[in-house]
């Protein structure tokens, strides 16, 4: 069970919250969702093809929206804002301005917020960029996994999975690879996990790279 679905869709409410938080009525739901879909793709479009940062989107962790009836407000974790603020602040009200008019929100205001993460690879999201950078390096599989783990453990981190799937150093036969260090207890939902999956497009095909982070085990009263 606690392998064969989304670790943090299983502990929402227990332990984890959602990503978007913000109420509609039924007939509206689906439009609030396409809503949110539009922005953080629109976001993260706009820094890799606008080049605000030197790497892309791997500076982006996740993006948080809530929602009142006046107000949208988005924040942006990112492991490394400095680099991102430094080199072209003027980016910032630029992408504002855009994503107001793509989104046609003229009766709301739009508030973006930038969030610094304290450990950048403590969080997979950041990671899995990096292992995704190292492939298409033509840095083998292993060490690409191996180098993204020490980052981690410099991080602090509890425990780590990292799980590549696919086409694996351009072999014929596509197979599954992973590599564990330290306690990654996915099976019991008072353990708090970061989680992502994150797509990686080849020469030889597309590689699924998964990554598990144990951030700590809390006591629930039910």
């Given at each position: 069970?606690?392998?064969?679905?989304?670790?943090?869709?299983?502990?929402?409410?227990?332990?984890?919250?959602?990503?978007?938080?913000?109420?509609?009525?039924?007939?509206?739901?689906?439009?609030?969702?396409?809503?949110?879909?539009?922005?953080?793709?629109?976001?993260?479009?706009?820094?890799?093809?606008?080049?605000?940062?030197?790497?892309?989107?791997?500076?982006?962790?996740?993006?948080?929206?809530?929602?009142?009836?006046?107000?949208?407000?988005?924040?942006?974790?990112?492991?490394?804002?400095?680099?991102?603020?430094?080199?072209?602040?003027?980016?910032?009200?630029?992408?504002?301005?855009?994503?107001?008019?793509?989104?046609?929100?003229?009766?709301?205001?739009?508030?973006?917020?930038?969030?610094?993460?304290?450990?950048?690879?403590?969080?997979?999201?950041?990671?899995?960029?990096?292992?995704?950078?190292?492939?298409?390096?033509?840095?083998?599989?292993?060490?690409?996994?191996?180098?993204?783990?020490?980052?981690?453990?410099?991080?602090?981190?509890?425990?780590?999975?990292?799980?590549?799937?696919?086409?694996?150093?351009?072999?014929?036969?596509?197979?599954?690879?992973?590599?564990?260090?330290?306690?990654?207890?996915?099976?019991?939902?008072?353990a708090t996990f970061d989680y992502c999956s994150y797509p990686v497009r080849t020469i030889y095909g597309v590689l699924g790279i998964k990554i598990w982070i144990f951030v700590h085990e809390a006591k629930i009263n039910?």
């Open positions: 069970m606690g392998q064969k679905i989304n670790p943090l869709g299983f502990r929402l409410g227990i332990n984890q919250e959602h990503y978007s938080i913000w109420f509609s009525q039924p007939k509206k739901y689906s439009e609030s969702l396409q809503e949110d879909q539009k922005i953080r793709s629109f976001i993260r479009n706009y820094i890799e093809n606008n080049k605000i940062s030197p790497s892309g989107v791997e500076r982006i962790s996740r993006i948080m929206i809530y929602k009142r009836i006046d107000l949208i407000e988005v924040r942006i974790f990112i492991g490394f804002p400095k680099l991102l603020l430094e080199n072209r602040p003027q980016e910032l009200e630029e992408l504002k301005r855009t994503l107001k008019k793509k989104l046609n929100c003229c009766n709301r205001k739009l508030n973006i917020v930038i969030m610094k993460i304290e450990k950048p690879y403590s969080n997979p999201n950041i990671l899995a960029e990096f292992i995704a950078g190292q492939i298409k390096n033509r840095v083998s599989v292993r060490q690409a996994m191996k180098k993204a783990i020490e980052l981690a453990e410099e991080a602090d981190t509890k425990g780590i999975q990292i799980q590549i799937a696919g086409r694996l150093n351009g072999q014929d036969i596509a197979r599954v690879q992973w590599i564990r260090e330290g306690r990654v207890p996915r099976q019991t939902i008072r039910f």
